[in-house]
């Protein structure tokens, strides 16, 4: 009998290829019960069975549902951001000499599909950070997203010298050292910026890689607004006074 592999097919074949030891993926989370199943689910049948869920101080079933899904858990008291999520997860991967990281979102907009592409650099040239970017192809991503991209990228450029396509792509991956060399200070969104501000700031390589995103009407209730984007700014300018 022959017929057309499905998508399903194509990632339960290409999972049973072991992932390297030592590779994690991390994911904050917050108010994702809905999803996070679903997302882990997805990671596992790509090979990824090393999944770190962030639960930040959600007020819903994420972290017994991540639990579930087969995920390590660890758990915020209160809600603090997604930077101080990350940091979290930074320092329990650290603590367990994980070999390298991405981070991936929790509500679905990314595909566990590119994933081997990011990871590739860090294994086959000593990259230490890749960034996932949505700039190489943005079909599909909203004009307003693009257009505050934009803005982020200049922004994060003239504050901190180092430039990326897609500063604020949450899909990035890490090397051991990048890993063990990055200090997140700020907790939420300006966390992006700040992970390429330390790029420059610790002498690190970094490559970028072309991703497509999943929007959907859940997944773009979930991003920055006008305001938060406001905010972020202020407090990038803040951080980089500071420093």
């Not at 090979?47 to 959600?58: A, C, E, H, K, P």
């Amino acid at each position: 009998m022959t017929g057309t592999m499905s998508k399903s097919t194509v990632r339960s074949a290409e999972a049973m290829t072991a992932r390297p030891a030592g590779e994690y993926i991390l994911i904050p989370a917050y108010n994702e019960a809905s999803k996070i199943a679903e997302v882990i689910d997805g990671l596992a049948a790509m090979g990824f069975v090393n999944v770190v869920v962030v639960d930040d101080g959600s007020v819903d079933d994420t972290a017994r549902v991540a639990h579930e899904a087969g995920a390590i858990v660890l758990r915020h008291p209160i809600n603090c951001g997604v930077g101080a999520a990350t940091a979290t997860g930074f320092a329990y991967l650290r603590e367990i000499d994980a070999a390298a990281v991405a981070t991936f979102d929790a509500d679905g907009q990314h595909d566990p599909d590119n994933l081997p592409a990011l990871f590739a650099p860090i294994y086959e040239n000593g990259v230490d950070v890749v960034v996932g970017s949505r700039m190489f192809n943005p079909e599909g991503m909203p004009l307003f997203r693009r257009l505050a991209q934009r803005a982020a990228t200049f922004s994060t450029f003239l504050l901190f010298g180092q430039w990326s396509t897609d500063t604020q792509s949450g899909l990035k991956a890490f090397s051991r050292r990048a890993l063990s060399t990055i200090q997140i200070r700020t907790n939420r969104f300006e966390v992006c910026s700040e992970i390429i501000a330390e790029i420059r700031r610790r002498k690190l390589t970094m490559s970028e890689v072309p991703i497509k995103v999943i929007y959907t009407s859940y997944s773009m209730s979930k991003g920055q607004g006008l305001t938060v984007g406001i905010r972020t700014l202020a407090r990038l300018v803040i951080d980089r006074i500071l420093r």
